[in-house]
């Protein structure tokens, strides 16, 4: 039986046949055994292949010097290769000397940056773990791990709801009116999970704040900036150039890493910052390491070369992750849209489609999809603390599985949605 109807405008007859139907599928799909994971944004082998130069770079090589005649196998070059940095410095827009390199892990970098706030202050100021409660804000749906960090810290997290053009700018600025209020937690190109990319209005207003805390901070994670999924990408405003512009280029801190570009195990990871906000990372980075890997720094120059190198590389990546997007978007129209009991995004780019259930479902879904062996990510980790006012958001993930156990995959997500809706439905009617 095929509904082409919205389930709300059923019957409860012909919603209890949706449920059957839905169970009898449900119940196939849980007999198979299945162990399918859509749980994280990870690349697949196929696309880890891509990088298998990187590990051959230096294996012809007599000498390991790099363009200042630094041996890369010694101590020493706390902020990183000067190519590397100009490598980063070509994609992210920022002058070389405004970029500090560390090893595979952009989030240590922020968690860094967040505990310089916490324990030691920014700019002279007094350390956050000295002036009472301090706040965040928070984009959501937002990345999980981010919030993480904060909640960590024992720093209070403010959501922020998320547009089509990025955060709520209007709520961002009135927020910041309070000088409890440190900083803000981004990820402004094909933001995860939403694949929305900042508009220029939301980038200029984020350079024209005057946050009432003069120790405020931007984590401007630009982890997605050269991950386009399609001929016609989505370009975002160069934040840093913006807020130099505004005089407030000391307010935000951007991060990069070639981990899903290269290996996300062994790859290398920036922060872009001004000069002061560079002296300080310093004062902490030279007590903290006498420099990160400069070998791997080097075989990533040696494979990349430059810019266009990782450009191209990306190439690749999209050969592979195109498809697999194509699968996901797919069998949500097929099985969902006449029903209307789902609503997801179209990225551009970057790992995620955005799926929301019906209010008080995506809990629910998550579990049933777990019985019948397919994990995703928890409902609800994409809000500070896991709580999703609504029980509605849910992160698919389609990078990871191989095409045919994606297909699979997404078949059991959809009917556990029908499933899950109709019981809600059915809970409430009768």
Request: include cysteine.
């Amino acid at each position: 039986m095929v509904f082409s109807m919205k389930i709300t405008a059923m019957s409860v007859k012909e919603i209890k046949e949706l449920n059957r139907e839905a169970a009898r599928e449900y119940d196939g799909y849980k007999a198979q055994g299945l162990d399918l994971n859509m749980a994280r944004g990870k690349p697949c082998v196929e696309q880890l292949d891509l990088a298998l130069g990187v590990l051959e770079a230096l294996r012809a090589r007599s000498e390991f010097a790099n363009s200042n005649g630094d041996d890369c196998r010694n101590y020493g070059v706390w902020n990183g290769l000067p190519e590397m940095r100009q490598i980063f410095s070509e994609l992210l827009e920022i002058p070389q000397d405004g970029i500090i390199l560390g090893n595979n892990s952009s989030l240590q970098l922020m968690f860094d940056c967040i505990s310089q706030g916490f324990t030691h202050g920014w700019g002279g100021y007094v350390p956050w773990c000295r002036q009472g409660d301090v706040k965040f804000l928070c984009p959501v749906p937002g990345y999980d791990r981010h919030f993480a960090v904060t909640e960590y810290f024992d720093i209070k997290m403010i959501p922020v709801p998320m547009l089509r053009t990025g955060p709520d700018m209007d709520i961002v600025e009135e927020l910041v009116k309070d000088e409890s209020v440190k900083g803000c937690w981004c990820v402004p190109k094909y933001s995860n999970p939403t694949g929305v990319t900042y508009s220029d209005e939301t980038v200029r207003r984020f350079a024209r704040l005057r946050p009432a805390a003069k120790d405020f901070r931007i984590m401007w994670d630009n982890a997605y900036c050269v991950h386009d999924l399609t001929d016609e990408p989505d370009e975002l405003l160069n934040l840093y150039e913006e807020c130099r512009k505004e005089g407030t280029e000391d307010q935000v801190l951007v991060f990069a890493s070639t981990s899903k570009i290269s290996f996300p195990g062994a790859g290398v990871a920036a922060v872009a910052a001004s000069q002061r906000n560079i002296a300080d990372l310093k004062t902490r980075t030279t007590v903290q390491t006498i420099g990160s890997d400069k070998l791997n720094q080097l075989r990533h120059v040696l494979f990349l070369h430059d810019a266009e190198g990782v450009r191209s590389l990306m190439r690749g990546h999209r050969r592979i992750l195109q498809p697999k997007f194509r699968i996901v978007l797919k069998t949500l129209e097929q099985e969902l849209e006449g029903l209307a009991v789902a609503r997801w995004s179209h990225p551009k780019g970057g790992y995620f489609v955005n799926l929301d259930v019906m209010n008080g479902c995506a809990k629910r879904v998550v579990q049933l999809c777990k019985e019948a062996g397919v994990v995703l990510t928890d409902a609800g980790a994409t809000f500070p603390y896991g709580m999703d006012p609504n029980d509605s958001n849910i992160r698919i993930a389609p990078s990871f599985p191989p095409e045919s156990e994606l297909a699979e995959a997404m078949k059991v997500l959809c009917v556990s949605i029908k499933l899950a809706v109709s019981e809600k439905l059915l809970a409430e009617r009768e």
